[in-house]
T-cell receptor, first 114, second 111 residues
Framework: EAGVAQSPRYKIIEKRQSVAFWCNPI?????LYWYQQILGQGPKLLIQ????????DSQLPKDRFSAERLKGVDSTLKIQPAKLEDSAVYLC????????????FGPGTRLTVL | GENVEQHPSTLSVQEGDSAVIKCTYS??????FPWYKQELGKRPQLIID?????GEKKDQRIAVTLNKTAKHFSLHITETQPEDSAVYFC??????????FGSGTKLNVKP
């Protein structure tokens, strides 16, 4: 079974620039999560999708972050404009359906904002 | 609000010794508690999980215990090996399949 795919793996930008990350979940997985993991901390949920609908985005800084999952499959997370404190690893995870617990993580995108 | 506290933040043990990592959660409605292992630069990998209708679960050298009354759960690794060295995260599932993660424990197993 193919795992969760993410790209790019690494990204370096200057503050105030824009950046976008892509995630392709495991085939058939209805629930998709985006997490932010700052160095030395646990993953923090940014947004959760069930198919193409948003279940929870309470911790997403909506003034600069946006995410979409238009066809209920792959997803993009965008930051515009980026700040220094956005430097982190952005992890995508998926699970089969909302009531099935196991999450599978992608390799992450390491973002450095200079 | 919901949160998960994890202790210790770092743990150093001698190879062959046991390691214990503890987490507490705030929402008594939480019913699923996974543990992840994350090696440097890699994705978190699920190593064991426990549901609220079970008090203990074992998988070879790894075990997890859950105390619902006290709202805490623990990871136990016996006969530690150098390849167990990694950062371990606990998590608790809240409403709508939302997960909160602990801050992580860096385990160092000394040969």
């Amino acid at each position: 079974e193919a795992g969760v795919a993410q790209s790019p793996r690494y990204k370096i930008i200057e503050k105030r620039q824009s950046v976008a990350f892509w995630c392709n979940p495991i085939s058939g997985h209805a629930t998709l999560y985006w997490y932010q993991q700052i160095l030395g901390q646990g993953p923090k949920l940014l947004i959760q999708f069930q198919n193409n609908g948003v279940v929870d985005d309470s911790q997403l800084p909506k003034d600069r972050f946006s995410a979409e999952r238009l066809k209920g499959v792959d997803s993009t997370l965008k930051i515009q404009p980026a700040k220094l404190e956005d430097s982190a690893v952005y992890l995508c995870a998926s699970s089969l359906q909302r009531l099935t617990d196991t999450q599978y993580f992608g390799p992450g995108t390491r973002l450095t904002v200079l | 609000g919901e949160n998960v506290e994890q202790h210790p933040s770092t743990l150093s043990v001698q190879e062959g010794d046991s390691a214990v990592i503890k987490c507490t959660y705030s929402d008594s409605a939480s019913n699923y508690f996974p543990w992840y292992k994350q090696e440097l630069g890699k994705r978190p990998q699920l190593i064991i999980d426990i549901r609220s209708n079970v008090g203990e679960k074992k998988d070879q050298r790894i075990a997890v215990t859950l105390n619902k009354t006290a709202k805490h759960f623990s990871l136990h690794i016996t006969e530690t090996q150098p390849e167990d060295s990694a950062v371990y995260f606990c998590a608790a599932k809240y409403n709508f399949n939302k997960f909160y993660f602990g801050s992580g424990t860096k385990l160092n197993v000394k040969p």
